[in-house]
């Protein structure tokens, strides 16, 4: 903030009114308020406090205390405060409550406060006292109290800064400063370093959850350390070896068990073909056993054909008789000779597939007997399957830890590096002290030529840097001489457009009054004074500025302002 102009009317000592123009301090420097005890230099500053919040600078006066005992009775009390921020300007009127004469009639009255902020950027002005204070602190950032703190510290007030807690403390300075930014800044580290060291952290439970589903039987040789390692989240590396190498081991032990059940499945293939065989045979060998009964029948009959066949000589003349018999025991003698051989056969064969037989059903016996164990792997394999799912999880996750633990391996190694060199450098150094001490003579004579080479580099150095110093200074005079001629074209034309613009703004700030009146109306407060009579309202000269006027002339001075600042920032 930049103080521009102070009308100070019946205010404090000053029974009158009394303008201060700091514009004659020009834009840049230091000036000092002085005089004597009670000459009213902690007035300005009470005046300018109120002009911004409505109240004095210190704790010790209030507003009944602010009307000039010396005042005139119709001297109306107010502060006139016009001031620069941030490259625009605002103007205050503030008055505070007091007692005065009444307009009409005897006796007095309570004039009531008020304030009125006016833009010079063609903004309607706003009215209101405690409006106006909203509207300061919103425009500083800060209250009254902190404005007293950092900008203006009252008589007496200057040890309560000192005593202020750390926390106020820390906001005063934090304003002063606008360090705030790098307060939110690392309010933000913070919060991201939380919340990368939370998913740390979840991840780390994550890998050590799936680690816990990595289940093995206990007569396994690896149960034992995978139990141990699963445990610990910084075993991963040596629990991934091990499991790797568990799952290699199940996959061959799976798919030997894969090759045996095929094997199995297909001897037990072989066993029902066998046995259907052996089957059928077996219903040929009733036959067999049938067709031998027909045989023995047929052989008693024979018998009995040879006892009739003694008889023949006896019955020679029955020869034509008995003729179709013995052809029909020729052929039941051919046809027992022919069963006896098959029989003798199918026996031979019946006892090889008896005994086939009985083999294999030992087998299939023995297999029915590793029917539980072929069911555990078959578990076995169903529980790899899914275990196989939560690998590659852990893989997944474990790939993201090793590029971690990559990244802090490499810094190992190089500071491992490092050290190495640095043992070096020292291994060279102690043997380069050796050998100096072994020669008496060279410490005078090194001496001496390092005393000469540093007169040598210093002069050196300096020829150089006077060398390079006369070039930039060449350089440097003919730009300056340069940006100085266009600042001082650019200096003159802002001064005049400021002028321009600060006459014409003062002119239509003068003409306020009149452009209120235009909106005054009948039985309605006016907004400055809040009298509902309107005797003699003000009127709006013929010459009066417009706001757009306004506008535009501060344009060209902020753009040729920007210019000179440019200038002075290439110098």
């Not at 800060?142 to 203006?152: E, L, P, T, V, Y």
């Not at 073909?273 to 024979?302: F, G, H, M, P, Y």
């Not at 008995?322 to 064969?349: C, D, F, G, M, S």
């Amino acid at each position: 903030m930049r103080p521009k102009k102070l009308t100070l009317s019946a205010f404090g000592p000053y029974a009158g009114e009394k303008t201060i123009d700091f514009t004659r301090f020009k834009e840049g420097g230091l000036f000092l308020i002085t005089g004597d005890t009670g000459a009213g230099k902690t007035t300005i500053f009470d005046a300018i406090s109120f002009a911004l919040y409505g109240t004095p600078s210190g704790d010790i006066r209030d507003q009944g205390m602010l009307r000039s005992d010396f005042a005139q009775a119709h001297t109306k009390t107010k502060v006139d405060y016009e001031f620069e921020y941030k490259g625009k300007y605002y103007r205050i009127e503030r008055n505070p409550k007091y007692e005065r004469p009444k307009k009409i009639g005897e006796g007095t009255t309570e004039e009531k406060q008020n304030a009125v902020l006016y833009f010079f950027d063609g903004k309607d002005p706003l009215v209101g006292y405690e409006s106006v204070t909203q509207k300061v602190e919103d425009l500083f950032g800060i209250d009254r109290k902190q404005f007293s703190q950092i900008a203006m510290i009252a008589q007496g007030d200057f040890h309560k800064i000192l005593l202020d807690s750390e926390n106020q403390r820390y906001d005063i300075f934090r304003k002063i400063f606008r360090t705030g930014v790098y307060g939110q800044f690392q309010q933000r580290v913070g919060e991201e370093m939380r919340r990368q060291e939370k998913l740390i952290d979840e991840r780390k439970n994550r890998i050590l959850q799936y680690a816990q589903d990595i289940k093995i039987e206990r007569e396994h040789p690896l149960y034992e350390e995978i139990a141990v390692h699963k445990e610990d989240i910084h075993k991963m590396d040596a629990l991934k070896e091990q499991t790797k190498r568990y799952i290699e081991e199940e996959n061959k032990r799976v798919c030997l068990l894969e090759k045996e059940a095929e094997r199995l499945k297909k001897e037990s293939g072989d066993y029902q073909e066998k046995i259907v065989e052996a089957k059928r045979k077996n219903d040929r060998l009733e036959s067999l056993k049938k067709t031998e009964n027909e045989l023995n029948q047929w052989i008693k009959e024979s018998k009995t054909i040879e006892a009739h066949r003694k008889n023949v000589p006896k019955w020679e003349d029955a020869r034509y008789r008995v003729q179709p018999i013995y052809i029909q025991w020729k052929k039941a003698k051919e046809k027992e000779e022919n069963l006896k051989r098959q029989i003798e056969e199918e026996k031979h064969t019946i006892e090889g597939l008896t005994s086939d037989r009985l083999e294999k059903e030992h087998r299939a016996k023995e297999e029915e007997k590793k029917e539980p164990e072929r069911n555990k792997l078959g578990y076995q394999i169903e529980t790899l399957e899914k275990q196989l799912d939560t690998y590659e999880v852990l893989q997944k996750e474990e790939r993201e830890y090793q590029q971690e633990r990559k990244k802090a391996e490499e810094t190992e190694k190089e500071k491992n590096l490092l050290q190495e060199k640095r043992q070096s450098l020292e291994k060279s150094i102690k043997e380069r002290e050796k050998n100096i001490e072994n020669r008496q003579d060279i410490p005078l004579k090194l001496e001496q030529n390092k005393g000469k080479q540093e007169v040598l580099l210093r002069k050196k150095k300096s020829i150089k840097d006077t060398a390079s110093a006369l070039e930039k200074l060449d350089e440097y005079r003919e730009k300056s001489k340069v940006l100085h001629e266009a600042y001082q074209v650019s200096s003159r034309e802002t001064e005049s457009k400021r002028k321009r613009y600060h006459d014409t703004n003062e002119r239509f700030l003068a003409e306020q009054a009149g452009f209120l009146a235009q909106r005054l109306e009948a039985d309605q407060a006016c907004p400055v004074c809040g009298s509902t009579d309107h005797p003699n309202p003000a009127q709006l000269t013929q010459d009066a500025p417009t706001k757009e006027e306004v506008e535009k002339l501060k344009n060209y001075w902020e753009e040729e302002n920007e210019k000179k600042q440019r200038l002075i920032n290439q110098g």
